[in-house]
């Protein structure tokens, strides 16, 4: 039974992450998705996107804040 819940919430949570990450832009989706979907560190994505590591250390940080300023938003309403 805790399993069962454990997956509903899991997936619930996905589902969550989803429908945030399609609200976001084309670019933070695509540094979001280089970092946790590909598993890129932050040299390589620097060296995908063809900017800085400081660069791509910020852009990053802008995209994970703003995903999971979606996320609050869709939880609150």
């Known amino acids: 039974e805790c399993d069962a819940l454990e997956h509903v919430l899991g997936t619930e949570r996905a589902d969550e992450v989803h429908r945030a990450?399609?609200?976001l832009s084309g670019k933070d989706r695509e540094i979001i998705?280089?970092?946790y979907g590909a598993g890129l560190s932050g040299e390589e994505?620097?060296?995908a996107l063809g900017i800085s590591h400081a660069a791509a250390r910020k852009r990053l940080s802008r995209a994970q804040g703003r995903?999971?300023?979606l996320m609050e938003a869709s939880r609150d309403a």
């Open 45 to 47: 994505i620097a060296g």
């Open 33 to 35: 998705a280089l970092r």
């Open 67 to 69: 995903l999971a300023e």
């Open 21 to 23: 990450l399609g609200r």
